[in-house]
């Protein structure tokens, strides 16, 4: 099974469901990704906001984040190689990297209560 890990930009939650309006790019990844979890695959997060230390000790984030700049973010790696940058993975290249189906109509709704409590995620 192939290692994924997902370095976020700084932002306030994962799940896309917080703030004035809902990003739907944000609420995609975080559904996915909480489904894939369902099914035993783990894809780690790490976000600039709340686990800076993480981008620090990874090298390949460290130099990419140095040479690039936070504009760089979200950055994927695969097995500790850079796989996409500046825009989360589609669920097609997700099926490509794990070896796995995603269908649209398998993914399990998100909702509040992932992460965020009645007031929001902050």
Request: hydrophobic share 35%; aromatic share 4%; with cysteine.
């Amino acid at each position: 099974m192939k290692n994924i890990e997902i370095f976020d930009p700084a932002m306030c939650c994962s799940t896309g469901v917080c703030g004035p309006s809902i990003d739907p790019e944000l609420m995609r990844i975080a559904t996915v990704i909480n489904s894939l979890k369902e099914k035993g695959i783990i894809i780690k997060r790490h976000g600039l906001s709340s686990e800076p230390q993480d981008f620090i000790a990874n090298k390949v984030i460290s130099d990419i984040l140095q040479k690039e700049g936070a504009d760089v973010l979200p950055v994927t790696l695969v097995d500790g190689e850079v796989a996409k940058t500046k825009e989360y993975p589609s669920n097609e290249e997700l099926s490509k990297w794990l070896d796995v189906e995603i269908k649209p109509h398998q993914l399990r709704k998100f909702g509040r209560g992932f992460g965020c409590g009645p007031k929001g995620c902050c």
